[in-house]
Protein backbone atom coordinates (compact mmCIF):
# COMPACT_ATOMS: atom_id res chain seq x y z
CA UNK A 1 0.00 0.00 0.00
CA UNK A 2 3.08 2.19 1.16
CA UNK A 3 4.30 1.53 -2.43
CA UNK A 4 1.15 2.06 -4.48
CA UNK A 5 1.39 5.87 -1.97
CA UNK A 6 4.58 6.45 -3.13
CA UNK A 7 3.97 5.76 -7.15
CA UNK A 8 0.31 8.16 -6.84
CA UNK A 9 2.55 10.82 -5.09
CA UNK A 10 5.30 10.39 -7.69
CA UNK A 11 2.91 10.96 -10.53
CA UNK A 12 1.01 13.77 -9.09
CA UNK A 13 4.19 15.30 -8.52
CA UNK A 14 5.50 14.70 -12.29
CA UNK A 15 2.12 15.71 -13.56
CA UNK A 16 2.31 18.70 -11.56
CA UNK A 17 6.05 19.60 -12.99
CA UNK A 18 4.39 19.11 -16.21
CA UNK A 19 1.80 21.82 -15.88
CA UNK A 20 4.16 24.42 -14.26
CA UNK A 21 6.77 23.92 -16.96
CA UNK A 22 3.84 24.04 -19.53
CA UNK A 23 2.78 27.02 -17.88
CA UNK A 24 6.53 28.51 -17.69
CA UNK A 25 6.73 28.11 -21.49
CA UNK A 26 3.21 29.42 -23.05
CA UNK A 27 3.92 30.12 -26.72
CA UNK A 28 1.70 33.35 -26.22
CA UNK A 29 3.07 36.95 -25.67
CA UNK A 30 0.76 40.14 -26.47
CA UNK A 31 2.45 43.70 -25.87
CA UNK A 32 0.86 47.28 -25.87
CA UNK A 33 3.16 49.80 -27.42
CA UNK A 34 2.72 53.46 -28.31
CA UNK A 35 4.10 53.57 -31.79
CA UNK A 36 5.56 56.91 -33.58
CA UNK A 37 4.81 56.44 -37.61
CA UNK A 38 7.46 58.51 -39.89
CA UNK A 39 6.63 58.28 -43.45
CA UNK A 40 8.70 58.46 -45.89
CA UNK A 41 6.69 61.29 -48.38
CA UNK A 42 8.49 60.67 -51.46
CA UNK A 43 5.76 60.98 -54.61
CA UNK A 44 5.99 61.62 -58.12
CA UNK A 45 5.52 64.95 -59.83
CA UNK A 46 1.69 65.64 -59.81
CA UNK A 47 0.21 65.45 -63.32
CA UNK A 48 3.82 64.12 -64.59
CA UNK A 49 5.40 67.39 -64.24
CA UNK A 50 7.54 69.91 -61.91
CA UNK A 51 9.12 68.81 -59.04
CA UNK A 52 8.83 65.66 -57.36
CA UNK A 53 7.96 64.96 -53.26
CA UNK A 54 5.14 67.62 -53.46
CA UNK A 55 2.53 65.46 -51.35
CA UNK A 56 3.54 64.45 -48.03
CA UNK A 57 1.39 62.21 -45.08
CA UNK A 58 1.91 63.46 -41.93
CA UNK A 59 3.31 61.62 -39.52
CA UNK A 60 1.23 60.41 -35.60
CA UNK A 61 1.60 58.42 -33.16
CA UNK A 62 -1.17 55.73 -32.49
CA UNK A 63 -1.37 53.07 -29.69
CA UNK A 64 -1.09 49.55 -31.14
CA UNK A 65 -1.44 45.66 -29.50
CA UNK A 66 0.65 43.33 -30.91
CA UNK A 67 -0.05 38.82 -30.37
CA UNK A 68 3.52 36.79 -30.74
CA UNK A 69 3.34 32.81 -30.86
CA UNK A 70 6.58 31.07 -29.99
CA UNK A 71 6.48 27.86 -31.97
CA UNK A 72 10.41 27.41 -30.60
CA UNK A 73 11.84 29.41 -28.09
CA UNK A 74 13.91 31.20 -31.02
CA UNK A 75 11.15 31.79 -33.60
CA UNK A 76 7.78 33.18 -33.07
CA UNK A 77 5.35 35.24 -35.22
CA UNK A 78 4.06 38.83 -34.47
CA UNK A 79 0.61 39.94 -35.47
CA UNK A 80 0.45 43.76 -35.32
CA UNK A 81 -3.36 45.30 -35.07
CA UNK A 82 -4.43 49.21 -34.44
CA UNK A 83 -7.55 50.30 -35.20
CA UNK A 84 -7.88 53.40 -38.36
CA UNK A 85 -5.98 56.22 -38.27
CA UNK A 86 -6.40 59.20 -39.97
CA UNK A 87 -3.59 60.94 -41.81
CA UNK A 88 -3.38 64.55 -43.19
CA UNK A 89 -2.27 64.96 -46.46
CA UNK A 90 -0.61 68.25 -47.72
CA UNK A 91 1.09 69.45 -51.47
CA UNK A 92 3.47 72.05 -51.18
CA UNK A 93 3.06 72.74 -47.54
CA UNK A 94 -1.10 73.37 -48.12
CA UNK A 95 -3.34 70.65 -46.32
CA UNK A 96 -5.57 69.08 -49.19
CA UNK A 97 -7.71 66.52 -47.07
CA UNK A 98 -7.34 63.47 -44.90
CA UNK A 99 -7.38 59.73 -45.19
CA UNK A 100 -7.71 56.73 -42.66
CA UNK A 101 -5.51 53.52 -43.15
CA UNK A 102 -6.10 50.71 -40.95
CA UNK A 103 -2.35 48.63 -41.51
CA UNK A 104 -2.41 45.17 -39.99
CA UNK A 105 0.92 43.58 -40.19
CA UNK A 106 2.43 39.80 -39.53
CA UNK A 107 6.08 38.84 -39.14
CA UNK A 108 7.90 35.98 -38.52
CA UNK A 109 10.93 36.59 -35.95
CA UNK A 110 14.26 34.91 -34.59
CA UNK A 111 14.73 35.80 -31.12
CA UNK A 112 18.88 35.33 -30.33
CA UNK A 113 18.72 34.80 -26.79
CA UNK A 114 15.25 34.44 -26.00
CA UNK A 115 16.85 32.90 -22.09
CA UNK A 116 18.38 36.26 -21.78
CA UNK A 117 17.71 39.52 -19.79
CA UNK A 118 18.06 41.22 -22.81
CA UNK A 119 16.55 39.60 -26.00
CA UNK A 120 17.11 41.52 -29.42
CA UNK A 121 15.49 39.87 -32.19
CA UNK A 122 15.16 40.60 -35.91
CA UNK A 123 11.58 39.93 -37.96
CA UNK A 124 10.54 40.02 -41.75
CA UNK A 125 6.68 39.68 -43.10
CA UNK A 126 4.51 41.37 -44.81
CA UNK A 127 1.96 44.34 -44.23
CA UNK A 128 -2.02 45.06 -45.92
CA UNK A 129 -3.07 48.70 -45.35
CA UNK A 130 -6.63 49.21 -46.44
CA UNK A 131 -7.24 53.12 -47.12
CA UNK A 132 -10.25 54.66 -46.74
CA UNK A 133 -12.75 57.66 -45.95
CA UNK A 134 -10.39 60.03 -48.57
CA UNK A 135 -11.32 63.42 -48.16
CA UNK A 136 -8.78 64.93 -50.36
CA UNK A 137 -8.38 68.19 -53.31
CA UNK A 138 -12.38 69.22 -52.51
CA UNK A 139 -14.03 65.60 -52.67
CA UNK A 140 -12.54 65.37 -56.02
CA UNK A 141 -9.24 63.41 -54.99
CA UNK A 142 -8.87 59.82 -54.09
CA UNK A 143 -6.31 57.41 -53.04
CA UNK A 144 -6.07 53.56 -53.92
CA UNK A 145 -7.93 51.58 -51.75
CA UNK A 146 -5.29 49.10 -50.77
CA UNK A 147 -1.57 48.32 -50.31
CA UNK A 148 0.87 44.84 -49.94
CA UNK A 149 4.09 44.79 -49.08
CA UNK A 150 6.91 44.19 -47.15
CA UNK A 151 7.67 44.65 -43.18
CA UNK A 152 11.17 44.37 -41.77
CA UNK A 153 11.57 44.62 -37.69
CA UNK A 154 14.31 44.89 -35.57
CA UNK A 155 13.75 45.00 -31.62
CA UNK A 156 14.23 43.86 -27.88
CA UNK A 157 12.76 42.78 -25.29
CA UNK A 158 14.07 43.80 -21.62
CA UNK A 159 12.30 41.49 -19.30
CA UNK A 160 11.12 42.65 -15.55
CA UNK A 161 10.06 38.49 -14.51
CA UNK A 162 9.07 35.77 -16.26
CA UNK A 163 6.22 37.51 -17.07
CA UNK A 164 7.01 41.01 -17.82
CA UNK A 165 9.00 43.06 -19.72
CA UNK A 166 10.11 46.32 -21.81
CA UNK A 167 10.07 46.53 -25.33
CA UNK A 168 11.85 48.66 -28.33
CA UNK A 169 10.56 47.96 -31.79
CA UNK A 170 11.50 49.70 -34.94
CA UNK A 171 10.36 48.37 -38.20
CA UNK A 172 9.82 50.02 -41.50
CA UNK A 173 6.43 49.11 -43.80
CA UNK A 174 6.10 48.98 -47.59
CA UNK A 175 2.95 51.37 -48.48
CA UNK A 176 2.48 52.48 -51.96
CA UNK A 177 -0.57 54.07 -52.94
CA UNK A 178 -1.55 56.26 -56.13
CA UNK A 179 -3.25 59.30 -55.68
CA UNK A 180 -6.15 60.38 -58.17
CA UNK A 181 -8.20 63.16 -59.23
CA UNK A 182 -11.88 63.11 -60.93
CA UNK A 183 -10.33 59.69 -61.55
CA UNK A 184 -7.30 60.20 -63.19
CA UNK A 185 -4.07 59.60 -61.47
CA UNK A 186 -2.16 62.51 -61.13
CA UNK A 187 0.96 61.01 -58.54
CA UNK A 188 2.00 57.81 -57.08
CA UNK A 189 2.87 58.04 -53.00
CA UNK A 190 5.56 56.17 -51.30
CA UNK A 191 4.69 56.47 -47.88
CA UNK A 192 6.69 53.44 -46.36
CA UNK A 193 6.99 54.70 -43.14
CA UNK A 194 8.80 53.87 -40.21
CA UNK A 195 7.27 52.70 -36.79
CA UNK A 196 9.09 52.81 -33.38
CA UNK A 197 7.09 51.79 -30.63
CA UNK A 198 7.66 51.55 -27.03
CA UNK A 199 5.79 49.21 -24.97
CA UNK A 200 4.94 46.53 -22.42
CA UNK A 201 4.61 42.80 -22.89
CA UNK A 202 3.08 40.03 -21.10
CA UNK A 203 3.96 36.34 -21.38
CA UNK A 204 1.37 33.71 -20.57
Known sequence: MKK???VASLIALGMSTSVAMAEELS???????AVHIETANDSDPVGGTGASDRVHVSDKTIPEL???Y????NIA????LTVPQKHKVYLDGTSVGTFKHLPPTLTLQYHFTPGSTFSPY???GVNYTLISKERLLGGAGTLE???VGLALQAGVDFKLDKNWSLNFDIKRVQIRSDLYLDGDKIS???IDPYLIGVGVGYRF
Open 4 to 6: IAA
Open 27 to 33: PWQVRVR
Open 66 to 68: DIS
Open 70 to 73: FFTP
Open 77 to 80: AELV
Open 122 to 124: VGA
Open 145 to 147: SDS
Open 188 to 190: KLK
